[in-house]
Every structure is written in structure tokens, then in C-alpha cells.
């Protein structure tokens, strides 16, 4: 079956993790530590020993305004983010793979970061122009992982067949595994070559040729 849609995962795939850590371990804690009048340091300590309480098992760790109202810390979630919005770094080879593949492909995004997140970061790096459709399995499925469901309803609101569509991601699991049992055509994005198989690929342009 021929592909016609291709799903790429965000962070860690087509972004670098600068922007997203920068907001969750200096953005929070600097705010709650101006909220509450105490040292950046204390701050930090008890912001993250709230993520932790919480868990990443839970979708309102991925979500910014959950925090936000959590923390006391106001409305203006999209002002924090949009702070950090020259920390964005899309991958070298990043537009010109995208541009390539919009050609012949419909793009889509893939993704566990919240909307939010989503929304400024591929703004932020250009890149949206991509992709007709973004899909959050925190914000849209209600899901903290790329389970194989997610894939299915992404599938389905596509309107493709899991033959049709081909998935590339930096994680072995959510990426790679996951999509694999569908049917839909993954591969995982390696840039540390740490690992090898038929399925891995080393950055975008290889996964471009690889697509072919």
C-alpha cells in the first residue's frame, strides 16, 4: 500500500529539548518564587517536588494551565511560553526535510506535548506551515503515551489506513514499537546511533531516503 501521510513526532524529532525544559525548570519555578516571595532555589525545590507527586502517568503533568492554576501563578500561561520563544532550535536538516516531503506527503505532528506547547514551538521554528494537522495525545486523547490506540483514532480522523501512513520518532516504544503493531510504516530516529536495525535511522534526511 502506498503511503500518503507521514506522522512525525516533535520534540526530540524535528525541535531539540531546550525550549520545553527552560519553561518546566526555570520558567515555573522563577514565577512561583515571585508569587511567593521566596529564593529561586527554595522554589525549584518544591515546584519539582509537585511534578513529582503529581507523575508523568498523569495527563495534567504535561498541561501548562494545570500548573498555572496549581501553583496560583495567574492566567497568563502563553506569556510564559511565548518568553521562551527564542530557545526554539529546530534539527539542522529539519525545514528542508519538511519542505521536501510537503511536496509529495500530507505532514502531520504526532506528539505527547500539549497543545500549547505544540502550537508556539512549531510556530516559533517556522515549521508549521508544514503540517496540515497536529495531534496531542495528552490534550486531544486524553493519553500521556503513544499507545497504539492513539495511532488508530489519528488513523481514523485522517481518514487513512495504518498502511497508508509512515511515523518516525525518537522513542523505541511510543515511536517505533507502538505504530509498528498497527501497521503504519515507523522508524526510529537514532541520532546518538546507539542502536541498529532495518527500522533506525539517524536524522531526517536519512529517514527521507529511507521513505523513498
Not at 171 to 194: C, K, V, W
Request: hydrophobic letters at 40%; charged letters at 25%; proline letters at 3%.
Amino acid at each position: 500500500m502506498t503511503v500518503s501521510t507521514v506522522s512525525f513526532d516533535m520534540n526530540g524529532t524535528i525541535t531539540q529539548g531546550g525550549f520545553v525544559d527552560l519553561v518546566w525548570h526555570e520558567g515555573v519555578p522563577a514565577l512561583f518564587a515571585r508569587h511567593r516571595g521566596m529564593p529561586l532555589d527554595e522554589a525549584r525545590r518544591i515546584v519539582h517536588q509537585e511534578y513529582d507527586q503529581v507523575g508523568e502517568q498523569r495527563t495534567d503533568w504535561y498541561d501548562i494551565r494545570y500548573w498555572f492554576r496549581r501553583f496560583q501563578l495567574g492566567e497568563d500561561w502563553t506569556g510564559l511560553l511565548m518568553s521562551y520563544r527564542d530557545q526554539v532550535a529546530p534539527y539542522p536538516e529539519a525545514a528542508e526535510v519538511l519542505q521536501r516531503l510537503s511536496r509529495r506527503y500530507r505532514l502531520v505532528v504526532t506528539s505527547n506535548a500539549s497543545r500549547d506547547f505544540m502550537d508556539i514551538e512549531l510556530a516559533a521554528a517556522g515549521l508549521d506551515r508544514y503540517f496540515t494537522e497536529l495531534f496531542s495525545c495528552t490534550s486531544d486523547f486524553g493519553e500521556v503515551k503513544k499507545t497504539p490506540e492513539v495511532y488508530a483514532r489519528v488513523c481514523r480522523a485522517l481518514s487513512v489506513s495504518p498502511g497508508e501512513m509512515a511515523h518516525v520518532g525518537d522513542h523505541e516504544l511510543f515511536d517505533f514499537a507502538a505504530p509498528s503493531q498497527l501497521g503504519i510504516r515507523a522508524f526510529h530516529l537514532d541520532r546518538t546511533a546507539a542502536s541498529d536495525g532495518a527500522f533506525v535511522v539517524r536524522d531526517l534526511r536519512e529517514f527521507m531516503a529511507r521513505l523513498g
